[in-house]
């Protein structure tokens, strides 16, 4: 089995894998549109996380990082996964076209659609970083997942650039330097 990191799974992978591959996914864009009242949030005043959303242009990439998971652990991490990714996630199966000269092959993510309940879906790309910056969850800071997950892009993937996270990054940068700083 292979899963696809795209969010966290970028910096914090915490179950063991046979191999990781860089590559991407078609069809889709990463948006700050889901809630987080369970790590990056809490009820009543949610963060903002990573899901992918479908795109009206089949080309659009998102960048990432595939794990192979050993037969034997594949019960055991997805038990763990689905935990991790409880408020609102569905595993789904898409194609995943790694970076080296490899075969395309199918491979499992995790995706907050539209349909759960903690779909917080588009606003103000500054309203987004607002919230981003005031929110606090039992993992930590918002703004510590946003840093992370931009880091983690620039370092994995630095020839490309993702619009609405390195926008958004710069949008709470500015919210935390009116405010006097991180």
């Known amino acids: 089995m292979w899963i696809f990191g795209y969010g966290s799974l970028l910096w914090k ?28 949030g809490i009820p009543g ?12 242009n089949p080309n659009d990439c998102v960048w990432g990082l595939a794990y192979k998971i050993a037969k034997e652990n594949v019960q055991k991490i997805v038990h763990q ?30 995706i907050g659609n539209d349909q759960n309940p903690f779909f917080l879906g588009p606003a103000p790309l500054r309203d987004i970083a ?30 490309v650039y993702d619009s609405h996270l390195f926008t958004l990054e710069h949008e709470v940068k500015s919210i935390a330097k009116e405010n006097g700083g991180l």
């Open 13 to 40: 992978v915490d179950f063991p894998y046979e191999k990781k591959v860089i590559g991407y996914i078609r069809g889709y864009v990463r948006r700050f549109w889901q809630g987080s009242e369970d790590h990056r």
């Open 45 to 56: 005043k949610p963060g903002r996380v990573v899901t992918l959303v479908p795109s009206d």
């Open 81 to 110: 996964l689905d935990y991790r990714e409880k408020d609102g996630y569905k595993l789904t199966l898409v194609t995943f076209y790694p970076e080296a000269d490899l075969e395309p092959l199918d491979i499992s993510l995790y």
């Open 130 to 159: 607002q919230q981003i910056y005031d929110a606090v969850g039992p993992s930590g800071t918002n703004i510590e997942y946003l840093l992370k997950l931009a880091t983690a892009s620039r370092d994995l993937f630095p020839s």
